[in-house]
């Protein structure tokens, strides 16, 4: 658990007041089973997120840690099991998928800003067609994001004039214009030169500590060591280990876990 | 009663007396100065190319007046006053005279003051002469007309008479400012040097250009309206064949590739007979031009679609997959998020249809839509040259040649705007469609060409498209 709300400054924090609530589940995944053709990525993957938690999931490429993430908002399309967001199943047939996608906002290792608009404008458009804001709210809320993002100078500008770590910023503040409930980071740092990545990286600690509920698929130990809460490694489609950065970073359980972490350093 | 009847018949026969008189005194009256001179002959001599009852305006022509002496008469001059605004050069007129069948060597000497062409002969025209005034080179009034005879004649006692009456006129048809140029042009020595070449005379005849120009600007007008009103229809036609055509469900699906592969895979020439000679016998009539607009507008239609898909396809799974993640469901990315990134990139491909839209109305003649190769196809057939078919392309070329111009700014401008950010994969889909990275914007403008150019109607695949497909065979697909 983060010490969450403890008046940061933080980003995005202004709708988790409730998250005193300590061990309310977020999102609850049982027995989660994708599969592409006859390639099974996921076999069976339990998880629960708690209000506030920032779990970080680490596995060699191919381990499903991706398609997990995506099946939280249901870009991928699970094969067995249910996704539960609060008091939500989203893998029912009746639920609307929309609703629940603006509530979880998701960035992408390739920021997939919309080239066509601005910065202000990329914030701007989901907030004006979703939430149906008007146009002065979602500019303003535009603005102030993109502030704390560090982006305040650059609002008008578009994606193709901006660095990739400044239009990764541009995605986060994307996705919190939109008051999400939980924050899917899927190798947010990824396609950045290194330089970069730390901009993008200290606007994610920021999130964390201002009590953003966060699942974040990364390559980045440190980070996962700094700002967890709880580490899970995957592999083969399975979770192998989870737990404090503590325990599996210093005493892994795993052979796999301890060969990848060998790896990695 | 009877006593009226009386009455009424003896006034009936004193106006009949009357009346007799009358006509005895006419008839020995008017004859006097009409015998000494009969117009036998005024006449222009046609001078247009393939026509030989046609007197133009403005052209040259040789007008011929021709007159007999009467038994006691002889004559010393003639005037012939020409219809207003005629040109005519006093060297060029030519007068003969007869006798029975000698012609007589009379020096005679020919005054033009306006439109009054007058020949005084040296020597008066004995009773009974026949004479000829030829004007040669004469340009009737370009206006054209119906022109009878009027002038004067002397005869040897210094006698002055009006012309007699004649019902001969000359007809002149009107010409427009191009064919009098044109006219020109055919008397000039360099135009016969450049006609004494066969093919230059055949393919570039400068007299023929002059008057196929205005000519066909009408059939032009037509071509260019019948794309102006299909085009702009067929753009949201095809944009709905392409939603059909990317459809979830397999019924929609098969609709639109079915109409999509049926419209690509026949030739526009045969869909425009189906219409043209079936839809009539269905009882369904329209006029022309809007029976060839909506065919060509069915016929783009189809290739707009896969226009359509091509782009929205070329955009990466990403977009989609951001907009999604916002929240946004499949009508509000598509229109938000994906078309009007996909128009940018269309554009070029899209310029391309146009063009080939603007030269397919060129099929429409043989259905009897009067469009530009209609006017082309009738004037080669009047003059037997094919000049007015080299006009034509001229009118084709002069709209096409920009549009293939515009269509290349755009692409470099794309490539250029890329590469200025993106090093790498701008300039590695420059290089390559097979390598197409689907946000460089020209690579997919290329590509989408490039398949237009080279794949058959049904396989119109490009790089990006295949991208789009193995992700999604890979089951990376947006849900629902």
Request: net charge negative; hydrophobic share 45%.
């Amino acid at each position: 658990m983060s010490e969450a709300n403890n008046g940061a400054a933080g980003i995005g924090a202004a709708d988790i007041a409730g998250a005193d609530a300590a061990d309310e589940t977020v999102i609850r995944i049982e027995d989660l089973r994708k599969t592409f053709g006859d390639n099974e990525v996921l076999r069976g993957i339990d998880l629960d997120v708690r209000r506030g938690e920032v779990v970080v999931i680490l596995g060699p490429s191919g381990s499903g840690k991706s398609t997990l993430l995506r099946c939280v908002n249901l870009l991928e399309k699970p094969t067995g099991g249910r996704i539960f967001f609060e008091d939500t199943e989203i893998t029912a047939k009746k639920t609307d998928i929309n609703k629940v996608r603006a509530k979880v906002g998701m960035v992408f290792q390739n920021f997939n800003l919309f080239p066509h608009l601005t910065a202000k404008k990329n914030v701007m458009l989901a907030q004006q067609k979703v939430l149906h804001r008007n146009k002065e709210e979602a500019a303003r809320i535009a603005e102030e994001q993109l502030e704390k993002v560090g982006l305040g100078e650059r609002i008008d500008y578009r994606p193709s004039e901006l660095s990739g770590g400044q239009q990764q910023r541009v995605a986060i503040a994307r996705a919190l214009a939109m008051d999400p409930h939980v924050m899917l980071f899927d190798e947010a740092t990824s396609a950045l030169d290194p330089e970069l990545v730390r901009d993008v990286l200290s606007v994610m600690k920021e999130l964390a500590r201002g009590g953003m509920t966060m699942i974040v698929v990364t390559h980045e130990m440190g980070f996962a060591r700094d700002v967890a809460d709880r580490v899970i490694f995957m592999d083969g489609g399975h979770i192998v280990e989870q737990g404090t950065p503590e325990e599996v970073f210093d005493h892994p359980t795993s052979d796999r876990t301890k060969d990848f972490l060998g790896h990695i350093s | 009663m009877q006593i009226a009847f009386a009455f009424a018949r003896k006034h009936l026969a004193g106006a009949a007396a009357v009346l007799f008189a009358a006509a005895l005194a006419v008839s020995f009256v008017l004859p006097v100065q009409a015998h000494a001179l009969d117009v036998e002959r005024w006449t222009a001599k046609p001078n247009k190319d393939g026509d030989n009852t046609t007197v133009l305006g403005a052209t040259a022509t040789r007008v011929t007046w021709q007159g007999q002496t009467a038994e006691d008469e002889s004559l010393a001059s003639v005037t012939i006053e020409m219809p207003e605004g005629t040109t005519v050069g006093a060297e060029n007129v030519k007068t003969t005279v007869l006798v029975g069948l000698d012609r007589l060597d009379a020096a005679s000497e020919a005054v033009v003051d306006g439109n009054d062409v007058t020949v005084t002969l040296a020597e008066p025209a004995p009773a009974g002469a026949l004479v000829m005034v030829e004007c040669n080179r004469t340009l009737l009034p370009g206006g054209g007309g119906s022109f009878g005879l009027a002038g004067s004649y002397t005869t040897a006692d210094g006698q002055r008479h009006d012309m007699p009456a004649t019902d001969q006129v000359i007809n002149v048809t009107g010409t427009s400012p191009a064919e009098q140029l044109s006219s020109w042009l055919n008397q000039q020595d360099w135009v016969k040097a450049w006609n004494s070449n066969k093919f230059l005379h055949l393919f570039f005849d400068p007299a023929i250009i002059v008057t196929s120009v205005p000519a066909l600007f009408a059939g032009w007008l037509v071509s260019i309206g019948v794309v102006v009103v299909s085009f702009p229809l067929a753009i949201p036609l095809g944009l709905l064949l392409s939603f059909l055509r990317m459809a979830k469900h397999r019924l929609p699906r098969a609709i639109g590739a079915t109409y999509i592969n049926i419209v690509r895979g026949t030739p526009l020439f045969l869909q425009l007979y189906i219409a043209f000679f079936g839809l009539p016998l269905m009882g369904v009539q329209m006029d022309n031009f809007t029976m060839g607009a909506i065919v060509l507008v069915m016929n783009s239609s189809a290739y707009l679609a896969e226009i359509f898909r091509a782009g929205i396809q070329s955009i990466s799974q990403g977009q989609f997959e951001a907009a999604r993640s916002l929240g946004m469901n499949g009508a509000q990315t598509m229109f938000f998020v994906i078309i009007p990134q996909t128009v940018r990139r269309v554009i070029p491909t899209m310029t391309s249809e146009f063009i080939l839209m603007y030269k397919d109305t060129s099929l429409l003649a043989a259905v009897g839509v009067t469009e530009l190769m209609m006017y082309a196809k009738t004037i080669t057939a009047a003059t037997g040259n094919v000049t007015p078919y080299i006009v034509a392309a001229g009118f084709y070329l002069i709209v096409t040649i920009p549009l293939t111009k515009l269509i290349n700014t755009m692409e470099a401008r794309m490539s250029n705007g890329r590469r200025k950010h993106k090093k790498g994969p701008a300039d590695r889909s420059i290089t390559s469609a097979a390598s197409v990275v689907p946000d460089s914007d020209a690579g997919v403008a290329r590509s989408i060409r490039l398949s237009e150019t080279f794949a058959g109607p049904a396989s119109q695949t490009d790089a990006a498209t295949r991208i789009y497909e193995d992700a999604k065979r890979n089951g990376n697909h947006i849900s629902h």
